[in-house]
């Protein structure tokens, strides 16, 4: 006769089953625990596949941690099934530059990076507001101070956030540069001088200054007054500038081929930069001050900037992808409600001084800044 109870019986099955299975629970339970860990990363869509998209800033997507390419915007037919194949974009994340506000209703697509010509930002920024999409934007913001105005507006309208793509300013050694200045390793800063130059040809979209904006100082011009400002903390308070000569009628019937400028900071630091499209070479600043000098040689290009103080230190921090970082950190903004630091009031700030600057190297005279 069986005299075993019935619940005794039950509790020993289920205890034996639950032996059997707890490696597979387990296992399941480091699989959620590892999900669990994985960071959100964001949809990016990029707006433009020209050679910055294809060469820079699509491979850092790849390169990310909270971040993800899903999406393309393109005016040329012929570049998407590239595009497709290499990133595994789904048909209905590929968009031309009329049917961008159709993002409205994918949420795949979080953020709208845009990195069309200059005097096209504006366009494309508020397509992406509209389409209540967070929008990152290649330096410089725009051409003029109205329309970065509208993209900061309308961006803060539809409820998102808003950064500028300087790369720059995640770059070890240009931060370093900065502790250097902030904490007066040097003692008091005196000046800052620093070019940033390339050649191009008369083909390029950057000599039309309906898309453009402006010649080398819209371009890599903007490199040398970022340092400026990034580097000694500070905003400047009158520029005097002059334009170079023209060297190429033909090139440079639009634009500027060089432009040299100067800064004056309210505590008596000055400034000098120069750009030029016509002979490039240059590429780094040096920051004097009252008991030394540091700065980068090469200071701008995408991964290897490394310099020199005075002391014999050398400035060679190991390297970041810039994109990456750039992109990581406004991911991290947008998760955690937070401004960025290139938001696109300093994208304005830029612009503005830009074009104070063009109206000195117009008149011949000082501009003041407010």
């Known amino acids: 006769m069986n005299t075993a109870n019935p619940s005794r019986r039950t509790f020993i ?27 959100r990363k964001l949809g990016f869509a990029l707006v433009g596949l ?14 990310t941690r909270y971040c993800r390419l899903a999406g393309i915007v393109t005016g040329t037919p012929s570049k998407i099934t590239t595009w497709k194949e290499r990133y595994q974009i789904a048909d209905k994340n590929v968009y031309n530059y009329e049917t961008m506000e159709q993002m409205a209703g994918n949420p795949d697509i979080d953020v709208v990076y ?72 040097f003692s008091e800063l005196k000046m800052i001088e620093g070019g940033f130059s390339r050649t191009i040809s008369a083909t390029e ?15 890599v011009g903007i490199y040398a007054l970022q340092t400026c400002r990034f580097v000694s903390g500070r905003e400047p308070i009158e520029v005097s500038a002059k334009f170079g000569p023209v060297t190429d009628p033909v090139k440079f019937a639009e634009v500027e081929a060089s432009v040299t400028w100067e800064m004056t900071f309210p505590d008596g630091l000055k400034t000098l930069c120069r750009t030029n ?6 590429n780094a600043f040096v920051v004097t001050a009252e008991k030394g000098t540091f700065g980068l040689n090469p200071a701008y ?53 830009m074009l104070a600057i063009y109206e000195s190297a117009r008149t011949g005279k000082p501009v003041k800044l407010a």
């Open 13 to 39: 099955r289920q205890t034996a089953l639950a032996a059997v299975s707890f490696p597979f629970v387990s296992q399941l339970s480091a699989v959620a625990r590892a999900a669990a860990d994985e960071p």
């Open 50 to 63: 020209g050679g910055l998209s294809t060469g820079q800033i699509a491979p850092a997507l790849q390169k």
């Open 114 to 185: 845009v990195v069309t010509p200059n005097a096209l930002h504006a366009e494309h920024c508020l397509k992406a507001a509209k389409a209540g999409k967070h929008v990152l934007c290649e330096k410089p913001m725009e051409t003029t101070v109205e329309k970065c105005q509208q993209i900061i507006t309308a961006v803060k309208q539809a409820g998102k956030k808003l950064a500028v793509g300087y790369r720059c300013q995640f770059d070890p050694n240009h931060i370093e540069c900065r502790r250097l200045a902030g904490e007066k390793v």
């Open 205 to 219: 979209w950057r000599v039309k200054k309906d898309l453009a904006g402006g010649g080398p100082l819209m371009d």
């Open 277 to 282: 499209y016509d002979k490039g070479g240059e």
């Open 301 to 353: 290009n995408y991964n290897n900037s490394r310099g020199t103080r005075s002391d014999g230190q050398a400035i060679n921090l190991p390297g970041v992808n810039q994109f990456a970082a750039e992109m990581d950190d406004f991911a991290q903004c947008i998760l955690n409600n937070q401004t960025s630091k290139v938001s696109g009031e300093e994208g304005l700030r830029d612009v503005k001084i």
